[in-house]
């Protein structure tokens, strides 16, 4: 669903979020302060850099041949932070300073949850007990990122389901983590949505449900700007 709007309306945003995972929003004025108004749906969590607001955009000398959000190439389906140890952040933010002209770099959205629908009680009760290593993107090696962390696909936070995923991070080799990741990218590949992110619009989704990726694009001016928000203690 679409809202129009010339300001943040932040309880249409968390019923969006409830009821659907995401919520889009159009029709920001230019100079919209977002970090201020996202800061109200929790704490803006320190990404790679430690940056509060990360741009997301291609750089030169990153090769389409690999797969990083610092190119223009398609991203395969993830939830956001599964290198890192702890809670992932609850909500990522994406807002548009440039669309990409052309075709492609929508960003792509399906409901992680409901993949796990195709699971036995006793797989479900196994992806949340037994770790599994993640790694980060080796593109981020360049920014000093280099993780490697053990932990499960699911996890129960206070009663909400937390979902891991990663179609090329997951390094588990056994049939379960397997299985999974092939059926996460079934699952994505048959429900996704699609939403190219206007300007003066903003997307965001609850990166515990939610599976997203990238379509590819052409246009090396696309530009937008990424905040991941936690929760508060
Ligand atoms: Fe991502």
Redesign the pocket.
Known sequence: MIVSTNDLDLDAVRLRLALAGYAYVSGLPEGFDYPSALAELGPLMPQYGDVLVRDVKPDPAISNDVRS?ANMAE?TP?T?WYEFPGLPPRY?ALWCVQPAAGDGGETTLADGHAMLDRFTADELAQLAAQSWRWRSRPTLAREGVRQVVHHPTIDIHQGQLVLRFSTLDLLGQDELARRYVATGSEHFEAAKISIKIAKGAILLWDNWRMM?ARNAFSDPNRHLCRVLIGVAN
């Open positions: 959000s991203l993830h956001e990522v997203h």
